[in-house]
């Protein structure tokens, strides 16, 4: 089972590596030292971890959409009809086309919390080769 340092997990979970360790200082996430002294987070531990729901928008919203992507919104663009939005949710950017009526009711502007939930039949997953310790 791969696993990874802190910093790793953090990039993975989208917070910051001293969220980490407060979840392991803690005992919320489990972490051994290597033989160099430095935390690792077990892969397997941080798939039921990041299963579990941590760092989730504590508004739970009922929805058959489960890939949710909480991020922060880094560009807006509107034109009469349309508006183009992106949000970067921790090293994921996501862009969504949608109304403009419906950005302005939901006040989307660089700078804004927002939650991009993706439901789609097509779902490619690439790797990379794998992570090793």
């Not at 919320?28 to 397997?44: E, I, K, M, T």
């Not at 579990?52 to 508004?59: I, L, M, Q, S, W």
């Not at 862009?95 to 939930?117: F, N, P, Y």
Request: proline share 3%.
């Amino acid at each position: 089972m791969p696993t990874f340092q802190i910093r790793e997990a953090a990039d993975l979970l989208g917070v910051s590596a001293d969220t980490v360790r407060r979840w392991v200082d803690s005992g919320r996430l489990p972490a051994a030292r290597d033989a160099s002294g430095r935390r690792r987070v077990d892969g397997g531990e941080l798939a039921a971890f990041m299963r579990a729901g941590a760092g989730e928008d504590p508004v739970r919203h009922l929805s058959s959409a489960r890939n949710r992507f909480r991020g922060l919104v880094t560009d807006v663009v509107r034109d009469r009809v349309m508006a183009r939005v992106e949000i970067q949710a921790g090293p994921h950017r996501v862009v969504s086309l949608m109304s403009r009526e419906a950005a302005d009711e939901l006040g989307l502007d660089v700078g804004t919390v927002a939650t991009a939930v993706v439901k789609s039949t097509n779902v490619v997953v690439e790797t990379t080769g794998g992570h090793h310790a």
